[in-house]
């Protein structure tokens, strides 16, 4: 079945390769703020900073949330369309 | 014989069923599901923080404890003590002058390593990290540690050294 996403896909090979990269270095922008945000809740609490652990919690749990809700726009996997894709004959068949 | 065989993938391929372009395809989508993982990992981490300090306040010092017999601390020594019931917190107590006691708790505030009080410099020293923290108040003057040390009250009487919770703001927990 051809649809628009699959034109698309073969008009734009170069875009699934974009879209995965872009997720991921989002992705990896969240954890690193969230790597931050933990270090500072470890060393607030220890000073009884109930307020700054509550705050960097929401900001992770939004962060978490968001790198969770990227995943939605992760690119198709590219499949084997073995019945409509013909198939390379074996050698014996010159 | 051609024909039958037009549809048909070689057997080779059976044994080795995965392409090469989609298995590094998915190997990438799964490197973003594992780090949508990771994400919610440290969220959680963060919430178990919170969920800490809401279960378990620090406690405070309750009353009064005796420590020494102010006779046995000479000036500019100090004295190793601990306190508590279930874990046993280490502290130091100094005497500064005659008539002036400090209390703090031993442990670094950077990895809780025990600090010592140096006559020679009139400073704490954590021997660490080269952390220093002043002897009177127990700020921190150099070096990693982040916070200054928690500090007991002391109180004389009769020449007994005794100490409890003060209420300065770095105070022990
Ligand atoms: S543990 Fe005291 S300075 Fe690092």
């Not at chain 2, 599901?33 to 440290?42: C, N, P, V, Y």
């Not at chain 2, 009139?122 to 660490?128: A, L, S």
């Amino acid at each position: 079945m051809s649809n628009f996403r699959k034109s698309q896909n073969e008009a734009h090979p170069n875009k699934t390769n974009t879209i995965l990269t872009g997720i991921i270095l989002l992705q990896i922008l969240f954890i690193s703020m969230q790597i931050w945000l933990l270090f500072g809740a470890l060393n607030n609490a220890l000073e009884e900073n109930f307020g700054f652990a509550l705050t960097t919690f929401i900001g992770s749990l939004l962060m978490a949330i968001a790198s969770i809700w990227l995943l939605r726009y992760l690119p198709e996997p590219l499949r084997k369309d073995s019945k409509n894709k013909p198939m390379v004959s074996p050698s014996r068949n010159p | 014989m051609a024909k039958k065989d037009s549809g048909k993938e070689p057997s080779w391929k059976a044994d080795f069923p995965i392409e090469s372009k989609r298995a590094t395809h998915v190997s990438r989508r799964e490197f973003a599901k594992f780090l949508g993982l990771l994400s919610g990992a440290f969220a959680l981490s963060n919430g178990f923080i919170v969920i800490r300090a809401m279960a378990f306040p620090d406690e405070r010092l309750e009353g009064e404890h005796f420590v020494v017999d102010a006779d046995k601390v000479p000036v500019g020594e100090m004295l190793q003590f601990e306190i508590g019931g279930e874990d046993l917190i280490p502290y130091i107590l100094i005497r500064l002058e005659e008539n002036k006691w400090r209390a703090f708790e031993q442990k670094c505030t950077h990895l809780t390593c025990a600090v010592r009080y140096r006559e020679d410099v009139n400073k704490i020293e954590c021997p660490c990290h080269n952390g220093w923290f002043s002897a009177d108040t127990g700020e921190v003057l150099q070096g990693p540690p982040p916070r200054p040390l928690p500090q007991l009250e002391v109180v004389v009487r009769e020449g007994k050294v005794y100490v409890r919770e003060g209420e300065r703001e770095n105070r022990a927990v």
